[in-house]
Each structure stands twice: as structure tokens, then as C-alpha cells.
């Protein structure tokens, strides 16, 4: 069974980054497909970015280009996500989840609240 | 990005109702559809996966159904742990994208 345990919760100034992690259990991290996935206060889902197994790369939605950055490491099955240029519309929980065989998420992590204000 | 739309965004039901909920996508993602059921505070369950797979461990009350466009959630009997809000999810670009979602309430 996997297990996803994220780490705890932040609170940021605008302009800095925040850096969360989400770590395996179960299964190694090069058996899953790590995504990440927000939730602002009483809002919907909006996915982030993730790994694609199908080409081998890390792609992220074109709204996070340039400001968001998913990395893995193996040696501990930590996966990352980093967020730059944090503003206020960031306030959200932040999830990892693993995409199953047909890019749906089957398991997630219990989600870590990042709040900017300043 | 292929943008999907819910509908209703709430809906009022009693125990035992049974209970549809649509969702619409800007482009044939032919049955590249997910379901989930989310409560406050607590990650996101997937229910429903390629349309109308039934993950394991779901109650089959649950059901997925559509093709293309337009998808359907729906529960045939409501449980008093089904008041919950509900997404679907697109995975038929590398774009993924979710709907709006549907909050079932108790009438």
C-alpha cells in the first residue's frame, strides 16, 4: 500500500519561495508517478504538474512555467515541489499525488497548508 | 487547455436518492475521465477511473458513465457518508485539468 506523508505547514512572505516535500512509503518513488496539486481556501483542484511516464519528463501547467520546480529524490523517496515568487493567491493547501495507469491520482498525500502574508 | 464544467455546483438530496451529477468537457477527451469525492479537510478519494472503472474498494453504488464529451457521475442509493464534494478530472492531454465540482448536500 502506498503512503504519502507530506511535510508540515508554512507561512511565507510575498516574493519568497516555499519548498514542500512528500515522502514514499510502500513502494519506491521511481515506481510512481509523483503530481502535485493545490487547493486554495474553499476552492476547487488545480493541478500543478507531475512526472509523464510516457517521455520521461516532469511537466508542469503553463500557468506554474518558469515559477515552480518538481524534483525527486531517489536515495530517501522524497518527491519536492518548490514554488517561487510566492503572492498572496498561493494561500492553498498543496497535495502530491501518485497518477495510476491512466493519469488518474489513486493515492495522495494529506495535503500541507502554505499561507503568504505578509 | 480543455476546460471541463460540472454541473449543478450544488445539489440538495435526501438518504436513499439517487443522485447524477454531469460533467461537460471543452473537447472529446474520449474516456480519459476521473471522479473524485472529497470532505473538508481530508485529501481528495478516487472513485471513478478511464470513465466508468470502478476503483477497488468503492461501493458499487457508485457509477461512471460517458464517452467524448459529457460523463456522468452517479450514485443509485445517497449513504449519509456521500454528502461530500465531488470533482472530475480530464487526463486526456498532458494539460490535467479539473472541474469546477459538485457539493451534495442534505436536503
Known amino acids: 500500500q502506498v503512503q504519502l506523508v507530506q511535510s508540515g505547514a508554512e507561512v511565507k512572505k510575498p516574493g519568497a519561495s516555499v519548498k514542500v516535500s512528500c515522502k514514499v512509503s510502500g513502494y519506491t518513488l521511481t515506481e510512481l508517478s509523483m503530481h502535485w496539486v493545490r487547493q486554495a481556501p474553499g476552492k476547487g483542484l488545480e493541478w500543478m504538474g507531475g512526472f509523464d511516464p510516457e517521455d520521461g519528463e516532469t511537466i508542469y501547467a503553463q500557468k506554474f512555467q518558469g515559477r515552480v520546480t518538481m524534483t525527486e529524490d531517489t536515495s530517501t523517496d522524497t518527491a519536492y515541489m518548490e514554488l517561487s515568487s510566492l503572492r498572496s493567491e498561493d494561500t492553498a493547501v498543496y497535495y502530491c499525488?501518485?497518477?495510476?495507469?491512466?493519469?488518474?491520482?489513486?493515492?495522495w498525500g494529506q495535503g500541507t497548508l502554505v499561507t503568504v502574508s505578509s | 487547455d480543455i476546460q471541463m464544467t460540472q454541473s449543478p455546483s450544488t445539489l440538495s438530496a435526501s438518504v436513499g436518492d439517487r443522485v447524477t451529477i454531469t460533467c461537460r468537457a471543452s473537447q472529446s477527451i474520449s474516456s480519459w475521465l476521473a471522479w473524485y469525492q472529497q470532505k473538508p479537510g481530508k485529501a481528495p478519494k478516487l472513485l471513478i477511473y478511464k470513465a466508468s472503472s470502478l476503483e477497488s474498494g468503492v461501493p458499487s453504488r457508485f457509477s461512471g458513465s460517458g464517452s467524448g464529451t459529457e460523463f456522468t457521475l452517479t450514485i443509485s442509493s445517497l449513504q449519509p457518508d456521500d454528502f461530500a464534494t465531488y470533482y472530475c478530472?480530464?487526463?486526456?492531454?498532458?494539460?490535467?485539468?479539473f472541474g469546477g465540482g459538485t457539493k451534495v448536500e442534505i436536503k
Open positions: 499525488a501518485n497518477s495510476g495507469s491512466y493519469y488518474e491520482f489513486d493515492y
Open positions: 478530472q480530464q487526463y486526456n492531454s498532458r494539460a490535467l485539468t
